[in-house]
DNA sequence: ACTATGGTGTAGCAATGGCTACATTGTGCA
DNA sequence: TGCACAATGTAGCCATTGCTACACCATAGT
């Protein structure tokens, strides 16, 4: 609606300054920006997140935490890792001295649980909708950055109305 | 397991080049590396495919598709948005001249209908599991650009099973 | 017909997250 | 005891995605 008329072009009419033109969708227009920003922030944060969850795997399995076991299991290279490493320092969530391994702090390890049990509790979701195991391990790797608590409650509730897990 | 002895350091005994101890955890390391390579694969394709549906979706509403409202639907700066769309052109998703519109390619068109699609797959899902209508608007935006063939045919499934949608 | 206004575009900065190449450190083994 | 070599770290490059500031165009109204 609102198509331009004169001219042979568009972007037209002075749209109004919201260009919400009718009113329909005009709503969402903050909301939706919202929910984009809100996506935006947990993007960034999911690389802290993935790195504190896979510190702790790699403490509780070896012992320690190494910046180039954890560019593997990544599948990036070293030097990308240790940069992220020094981010998670940065941002008090773990602790590591030149040559020493990598630790995590209290933030950090709480971190990781979290980010774990989510991790879990998306996978049983997606198998018990259906999903095959695979798919739903590789999946859940992206999706658990983006479910909220409420969401995850949801998913809870599900599970053990279904006698699942 | 193959903690150090000697010194008081860690990072030790030559850990053999794969780091890989026990044998236990060992089979994870290349699969875990496939999956996050998939992740950051998805992550990056999700700024394009919020662009295209967007896009779609302002064409569809005002019959045109202008920076401006693109910024101000996602919620950044316009000179982001006019970033991002040249690198529309640019992989030939989207077509624009300056001060026209911009308009989506078949390519764009196509990437559109498909993100379209699954997002609402993945709303109608999450609300079936339970997830408050509000919070599965939100949390889709971010996990829609996750969910494999695979999955996503899962949910479809498990929607028509329950005479959901 | 002109001008005010707002949409568009461009430049340049910062942070993130990749990479390769090179320097440094530490440990294990000869 | 010392050296070779792998692990770490550092430097510097590129691309992406934000931003602000500033320049430019096009339309609406006077």
Redesign the pocket.
């Known amino acids: 609606m609102r198509r331009v008329a ?2 042979g ?1 568009l ?5 109004s ?1 919201s ?1 919400a033109s009718a009113s329909t969708e005009l709503a969402t227009e903050p909301v939706q920006a919202d929910r984009f920003s809100k996506a ?1 922030s947990a993007r ?1 944060a999911s ?1 802290l997140e993935d790195y504190t969850e896979l510190i702790a795997d790699l403490i509780a399995a070896n012992g320690e935490a ?4 954890i ?1 593997r299991r ?7 890792a ?6 998670l320092k940065r941002e008090g969530l773990a602790t ?6 990598i630790f995590l702090t209290e933030a950090g390890l709480a971190m990781a649980n979290s980010v774990r049990q989510r991790h879990r509790l998306v996978v049983d979701l997606l198998i018990a909708v259906g999903a095959p195991r695979e798919a739903a391990e590789a999946d859940a790797e992206g999706i658990e950055h983006y479910v909220s608590d409420a969401t995850l409650r949801a998913f809870e509730a599900f599970l053990h109305g279904r006698g699942q897990r």
Chains 1, 2 share one sequence.
Do not use: E, F, Q, W
Request: glycine share 10%; aromatic share 2%.
């Open positions: 004169s001219g072009g972007v037209t009419k002075k749209r300054k260009s935006r960034s690389m190494r910046t180039t076991d560019a990544l599948g990036v290279a070293h030097p990308t240790s940069k992220t490493i020094a981010r590591a001295r030149p040559y020493r391994g």
